[in-house]
């Protein structure tokens, strides 16, 4: 008889055992994750109930917490972003995968990527010395600041605030709602396009009525991904948004965000139910971001496994 | 078909296809907008000082960060260290070992992880490590960093494993080598390369992150090189308190520093994309 640990059964034990506990990592740090958020805000949790969310008065000094004005500034924001950044995303996601030139397409395709690198904070500081002057100057000053009349468009103009905001979060998610969508577009079968060119179609044609329908849910999922990074940015927003905590149509007021709540006031909270809140606050964002993700990525899945795709 | 019909389609045609063209050339623009602002500022204050000075007392002139450069690199040295090896773990298990439900399931949790705001997973961390330990530290902010990097690795070295052809593993299945030394010798070789480019996208990821850094390491003045004894700086922290402070010279630092965080970013991005085309 052999030893057992002569043959190679107890080694591939072993490393079995050791890949299948990293494998396993990746779930208990997500569950670890939900746990931990979830224990450290429940004195916020018991003390306020679900009057955290729809409370709209957020007041440490009167130890007063309502996550809605954040909330909103949350939801607002993004919705700037994806109207702005949509449009011009799907348009060069087109271009890069539709009508450029191969020499040209590589190196887009980089420089798109590049700006998805680019660090939070390099554009939040972008954001403060350039965007915000242009902002306040050229935007809510001249041409949006005669619209005054729409609630919208009324309010003091210092350029920070949710517009500002909105824009800088705009330039964040351009590049990786591009990215996804160019992937997405170029899984559609060149059999599809070849039909509608035979048709007699214009390339535009074929676009629009060949390569979009047929990803179409791939890309509400790339849109969707978009939103989910737009939801939890932090550092860029936290910089330009300008820490204002009401609820009122006005771009130009200064707002916050969940994730600018956090990051701006987290250092500065200095008692209990303070720093619940806040991680309460992280939490409502996590359960918003997870959701969105879960449903963007069933979306994106769908069309990288469904089986008319055949990758040529 | 009319003339006018024609005519329409084809105006739309190519009306259409330079709107495209115009968004493609928009989102480049807006890069090129940015990076200019950064080159412009940030060579202008750029000096060797700031690399070899530390921080000197606000609205004082010179000073540097090398404090902060210092802290970066041994924050992000600690989650390479963390999260690299737990990546490929992960990855090696998706490709290898997983059956498909259990496989399909840390797929998707992966995915999902990835797209979890990097500030939440600061909490996580300051509830996790910082509030057990008692206090803020270079180990804290390392493993936020790897908590972030781990997702993108898993599922960046699953995919690079998975390029890897079956015949080679048969073939040295066939040998009678054993399954694990299989995957150490003759499958994690072979996508070497891949695994690598994998690495270094996740670091440049780690390397510009902020929000967690202000919970984990929470900055410092001062040099620190203890990994575990208290507050470490680091250079997006510092670019963040230096931009959003009132003096000027702390501004123009802050641009020098995001030049040189910028160019690192790319740098390692850069390096990671020619290593796969040279395949």
């Avoid at chain 1, 007699?200 to 991904?225: D, F, H, N, Q």
């Avoid at chain 1, 987290?266 to 409502?284: D, H, K, P, Q």
């Avoid at chain 2, 902060?68 to 390479?80: D, F, H, N, P």
Wanted: aromatic share 8%; proline share 5%.
């Amino acid at each position: 008889m052999r030893w057992p640990w002569r043959t190679g059964n107890t080694g591939d034990a072993i490393a079995r055992v050791i890949a299948v506990s990293l494998g396993l990592s990746v779930l208990v740090l997500a569950g670890l994750l939900i746990y931990e958020l979830i224990d450290k805000s429940w004195q916020s949790i018991s003390e306020f109930g679900l009057g955290f969310i729809t409370g709209t008065t957020w007041d440490p000094v009167a130890r007063e917490f309502g996550a809605a004005p954040a909330i909103y500034g949350t939801l607002v924001s993004s919705l700037i972003a994806l109207v702005l950044a949509v449009p011009v995303s799907l348009g060069a996601a087109i271009f890069l995968s539709e009508i450029a030139p191969p020499w040209l397409r590589n190196p887009f395709s980089f420089l798109v990527e590049m700006l998805a690198a680019l660090p939070s904070v390099v554009l939040g500081l972008w954001g403060i010395y350039v965007l915000i002057p242009w902002v306040r100057d050229f935007v809510e000053k001249s041409t949006l600041g005669h619209l005054s009349f729409i609630p919208l468009f009324s309010g003091p103009p210092f350029g920070l605030g949710m517009l500002a905001a909105g824009l800088i979060l705009s330039i964040m998610v351009l590049p990786i709602i591009t990215a996804i969508s160019r992937d997405v577009m170029l899984a559609v079968p060149t059999s599809q396009r070849e039909a509608m060119l035979a048709l007699g179609a214009t390339k535009w044609e074929v676009i629009s009525g060949a390569v979009l329908p047929y990803c179409r849910s791939g890309l509400v999922g790339a849109v969707i991904l978009g939103l989910g990074r737009a939801l939890g940015e932090t550092m860029a927003v936290t910089m330009v948004i300008g820490r204002g905590y009401n609820i009122t149509a006005s771009l130009f007021r200064p707002a916050s965000t969940a994730a600018s709540t956090v990051a701006s006031e987290f250092n500065e909270a200095s008692y209990g139910l303070y720093i619940s809140a806040l991680v309460e606050l992280a939490l409502i964002l996590l359960v918003i971001t997870l959701f969105v993700n879960i449903f963007a990525r069933l979306l994106v899945w769908r069309i990288a496994c469904s089986p008319g795709v055949i990758r040529e | 078909m009319s003339i006018s019909t024609y005519q329409r389609r084809r105006t739309t045609n190519s009306l259409m296809l330079s709107l495209c063209a115009v968004s493609a050339f928009l989102a480049v623009g807006v890069l090129v907008l940015i990076l200019g602002f950064v080159l412009a500022e940030g060579i202008s204050s750029l000096n060797i000082d700031l690399f070899t000075k530390m921080p000197v007392p606000e609205g004082e002139p010179g000073g540097g960060v090398a404090n902060s450069i210092v802290g970066s690199l041994i924050t992000i040295g600690l989650a390479a260290v963390i999260g690299i090896p737990i990546g490929i773990g992960a990855g090696i298990f998706l490709s290898e070992y997983a059956g498909h439900r259990l496989g399909d399931v840390i797929r998707f949790t992966a995915d999902v992880l990835t797209g979890v705001p990097s500030i939440v997973i600061g909490i996580f961390v300051y509830g996790l490590v910082v509030l057990r330990m008692g206090n803020f530290s270079a180990l804290a902010a390392g493993i936020a960093l790897a908590i972030i990097m781990l997702p993108i690795m898993a599922r960046s070295s699953e995919e690079m494993l998975r390029l890897v052809p079956h015949s080679q593993r048969e073939a040295a299945l066939a040998l009678g080598i054993s399954r694990w030394r299989t995957i150490l010798s003759v499958v994690i070789p072979v996508a070497q390369r891949g695994l690598v480019t994998g690495a270094l996208l996740a670091v440049a990821r780690a390397a510009g992150e902020t929000a967690p850094l202000l919970f984990t390491a929470l900055g410092n003045r001062f040099l620190s090189l203890s990994v575990t004894g208290g507050p470490i700086d680091a250079l997006p922290l510092r670019i963040y308190r230096y931009a959003t402070g009132p003096y000027s010279e702390q501004q123009q630092q802050a641009w020098a520093a995001s030049f040189v965080l910028v160019l690192t970013v790319f740098v390692i991005s850069l390096t990671a994309r020619l290593l796969l085309r040279r395949r």
